[in-house]
């Protein structure tokens, strides 16, 4: 696995907790490449929206095309067969949630390459809805392979920053996808039940 920066020349403690991130997580989730990106596409309408997103991985059968031209260059090295993007924005996320968002993104690498408890997510999140505290949590958020994602954001940074910060990071309302504490609480329960 490589790791690239862009411009080539930047470099920040980002990196590092990075290849901590999946060297913690191991071989089935790196992919061939993650690119830390550290321009901004907010203004460029050529390049394509998922450059505006926060992260994405990407395979070579999704586009190449509209993508800014460095990408382009490793997309066709025909080592890399699967790419992991981390956007500006994450880059100036805090440590933990960082971390986070790197390991959701390579649950994502493992997800298309070994089984994971879906059948268990999907009941535990489906008994979950019908109780009351849960209820308004919209079902976009609680599709089964986010929420493995999440939960793996979630173990990662428990074992990385340990328990206590973990905890005060999700009643502190930080998570990305959704900051409410039923949601917080749906994926802990998911984890403890399904893992
Ligand atoms: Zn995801």
Redesign the pocket.
Known sequence: MRIITNPDNFKEGKFDLCAKVADFLGNDYKPTHIVLDNNSYEQNKNILDEFRDIAFAWTPDRPRENVPIYLRNIMDDPKCNCLVWISKKALAFDDALFAWVIA??L??VYQSRKEYPVKCIKDRIKKLRKEQHYKNLPSSLLNA??ID??VCGLTTIMEIFGREKAIEFLSAGSLRRCPSESYAKALQDVAKECY
């Open positions: 959701h993104e649950r994502h392979s986010e994602a999440e």
